[in-house]
């Protein structure tokens, strides 16, 4: 039953885009999740799961009700499965952009709507699409997704991939995943992340209150202020490259400028290290090419939080009341929308 109801979305999906081959492996790797899938009741029962596996999906069980009870999200079967995939990452998202401009290459869906980036199950596939668009110009990079959301349209798992985080981190990415299912608005990537985003984080702090010990507080706390710290860096560096595009100046003089700030980018993310301590955790972000693309991967998600932790503390830290205003916020044209935010910044 569950593979003739994709197969209907499927036949929906191609008849509304030509690139059959993108959406066969969309429905080949939907399945294998469905195949893979498990109650995580059904596994604590079954006397070959290993003993540090059940205590991963015993504490995953509490927070899947904790994120219904205490944080208003969608009280369904997602999260309350399990699925071992085998490989490091759920699926890999290829983002783009112009050579000397931050507005991402969209890529249009069934139900979704325009999105800025392009998700695909196989690596291969995604890094095969990157060199193309490489070929054609673009800045590209390509980023491993530890989970997804598929709205609610079907009952997404826990994977693998997640289980070697502590169980905090763990409880942000199902935050994550249900904010999506909770209000998600087409055409509006960055919205919707950093939507999100911001109620991941909240539901982090609420979670560690009530259940953290305060080893845990204190190294989300750590964690979390060097966080915003890279942020911080990868944000300025973008709006110096915005004005650097803006001045409309000849190819080579942006060339030149835009290594210029990528190597500043690279000498300031040092001088963090060593306030850090040698903390090296973005390390593995930096060892490969910087370019537009990869700055856009984490201004998609955080650029726009603060006008969402603004908005939520103006409503005193009313969830129903804040989740209230975001779908009015969600109704509005996008640039009215986008001008709001700005303005809660």
């Not at 500043?264 to 040092?270: E, H, M, S, V």
Request: hydrophobic share 40%; proline share 4%.
């Amino acid at each position: 039953m569950l593979k003739y109801s994709f197969l209907i979305l499927f036949l929906s999906l191609s008849s509304a885009c030509s690139d059959i081959a993108y959406y066969s492996q969309a429905m080949d790797g939907q399945w294998e999740i469905f195949s893979r899938s498990q109650p995580i009741k059904r596994v604590l029962t079954t006397d070959t799961t290993p003993t540090p596996l059940k205590q991963q999906l015993t504490d995953i069980l509490k927070i899947r009700a904790f994120a219904s009870k205490i944080l208003y999200l969608p009280d369904n079967p997602s999260y309350t499965y399990y699925a071992d995939l085998e490989r490091p990452f759920v699926v890999w998202s290829v983002f783009a952009t112009p050579p000397f401009s931050f507005v991402p290459k969209k890529w249009c869906f069934f139900i979704v709507g325009c999105v800025s980036y392009r998700g695909y199950f196989s690596e291969t596939a995604a890094t095969t699409l990157a060199k193309e668009l490489r070929l054609q110009g673009y800045d590209v990079y390509v980023a491993g997704i530890p989970a997804y959301s598929t709205l609610g349209w079907f009952n997404d798992p826990v994977f693998n991939t997640m289980l070697a985080w502590t169980s905090y981190r763990i409880a942000g990415l199902i935050f994550h995943e249900l904010a999506h299912q909770k209000l998600y608005i087409s055409n509006d990537t960055a919205f919707n992340e950093a939507f999100a985003m911001t109620i991941e984080y909240i539901g982090v702090e609420l979670w560690l209150a009530q259940y953290g010990s305060p080893d845990d507080r204190l190294e989300y706390q750590q964690g979390r202020q060097r966080q915003i710290e890279f942020i911080n860096l990868v944000l300025s560096t973008r709006n110096h490259l915005q004005n650097i595009y803006q001045q409309n100046g000849s190819i080579e003089k942006m060339r030149v400028a835009k290594k210029a700030a990528f190597d500043n980018l690279r000498i300031k993310y040092q001088h963090l290290k060593t306030r850090w301590n040698g903390y090296n955790g973005y390390d593995a972000w930096f060892a490969k090419d910087l370019n537009n693309a990869k700055l856009l991967s984490i201004v998609t998600y955080q650029d726009l939080v603060p006008a969402f932790r603004a908005l939520f503390e103006q409503l005193d830290g009313d969830l129903s009341a804040f989740y209230h205003a975001v779908e009015k916020l969600g109704k509005l044209p996008a640039q009215e929308r986008l001008a709001k935010l700005q303005y809660l910044r």
